[in-house]
């Protein structure tokens, strides 16, 4: 049984359908990519896993379970975690404020404080920042508190939106590093990306998304070398 299994997932904003019956599975240690155009539906397909939006039908099997209906803090509850598009981090609150807020399911104060060191070791520059507000933090810095916020949690599962969006091609090196690293420690990955070349080239598997459908799926190294895939997504 996968970790998470999308199946004929189909949600609608009003009378406008964003999904039209998706498939997609992410099996317990992968990292799974999702590519596609601008408006292709993968916010929307990340939001209706969180529990952000109501799926219109189909099933989201987490877990052994159904969490098609569950509140989106229940699904935190249940390891999985969000860094949503855009970053989104609570720009009057401070690095450590918003780090702290990231551990909300959690009661154990030791093991919430041995996250929060590993944390500050992975991303020193969150350490040096501690109280700095966030919303003056530099785009590549809120991205990693963000990445940092979802990670307090202790998920099995991180969903990242759009993770090198805006960022320098340097700083965009070293978000993807910091996937892979995560990832090697145990977390499964479901990466949202139009940086389709970075996400392939990390992912074990991908799909791609095209006005609310699945177009492909495989092996990512093997999208990676597709002419269609190549024309479409990697500007080639
Ligand atoms: N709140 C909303 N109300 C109505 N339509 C919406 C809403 N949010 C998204 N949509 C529409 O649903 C479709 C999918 O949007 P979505 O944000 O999921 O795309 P995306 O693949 O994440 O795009 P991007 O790469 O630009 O982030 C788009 O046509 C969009 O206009
Ligand atoms: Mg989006």
Excluded: C, W
């Excluded at 969180?50 to 969490?67: E, H, P, Q, R």
């Excluded at 975690?81 to 609570?90: D, K, S």
């Excluded at 919303?135 to 991180?158: C, F, N, V, W, Y």
């Amino acid at each position: 049984m996968a970790l998470l299994e999308v199946s004929d997932l189909k949600v609608y904003y009003g009378v406008i359908q964003a999904l039209k019956g998706i498939s997609f599975k992410v099996e317990k240690g992968e990292i799974v990519a999702l590519i596609g155009a601008n408006g292709a539906g993968k916010t929307t397909t990340l939001h209706t896993i969180a529990g952000l939006l109501k799926a219109g039908s189909g099933s989201i099997i987490y877990k052994d379970k159904d969490i098609s209906k569950i509140p989106g803090h229940e699904i935190v509850s249940m390891g999985m975690a969000q860094v949503p598009e855009g970053r989104r981090v609570f720009a009057d609150m401070t690095v450590a404020q918003n780090l702290a807020l990231g551990a909300f399911t959690r009661t154990d104060k030791k093991e919430i404080a041995d996250t929060l060191a590993q944390i500050y070791d992975r991303f020193p520059r969150l350490s040096e920042r501690q109280n700095q507000l966030a919303g003056t933090l530099s785009g590549g810095e809120q991205q990693m508190l963000a990445m940092g916020r979802a990670l307090m949690s202790h998920p099995d599962i991180i969903l990242m939106d759009e993770p090198s969006m805006g960022l320098s091609p340097l700083l965009v090196n070293e978000i993807f590093d910091i996937i892979e690293s995560v990832h090697k420690d145990g977390t499964t990955v479901l990466l949202v990306e139009q940086n389709a070349k970075k996400a392939l080239s990390i992912a074990d598997r991908a799909y791609v998304l095209e006005t609310g459908s699945i177009s492909m799926e495989g092996k990512a190294s093997d999208l990676l070398h597709n002419e269609a895939v190549r024309k479409a997504y990697l500007g080639e």
